[in-house]
């Protein structure tokens, strides 16, 4: 995952593969300004399962602005 971040945006991106349709996609703000983002294609058995978890200083994201969307080139990106 790749990250970028300016003042008033961070912006996290990856590629996933065709494998993880969009449904299989997860992404949960937590307490303590954290995200955590599982894409899981559970009817596979190998490299099927990815995870992060995202920590913020607190204070310093807006985690009711927390937008995601899945492109044509399966990029998941997640702005903050």
């Not at 954290?34 to 894409?39: H, I, K, Q, S, Y």
């Not at 009817?43 to 399962?49: I, L, Q």
Request: hydrophobic letters at 40%; a negative charge.
């Amino acid at each position: 995952m790749t990250t970028q971040s300016s003042s008033t945006l961070h912006t996290f991106s990856v590629v996933l593969p065709h494998a993880v349709p969009p449904e299989m996609i997860t992404v949960s703000a937590k307490k303590g300004d954290r995200l955590d983002v599982v894409a899981d294609a559970w009817h596979m058995e190998h490299d099927c399962h990815y995870g992060w978890e995202i920590s913020f200083a607190p204070g310093d994201a807006d985690m009711s602005t927390v937008r995601a969307r899945l492109n044509q080139e399966r990029e998941l990106v997640i702005e903050v």
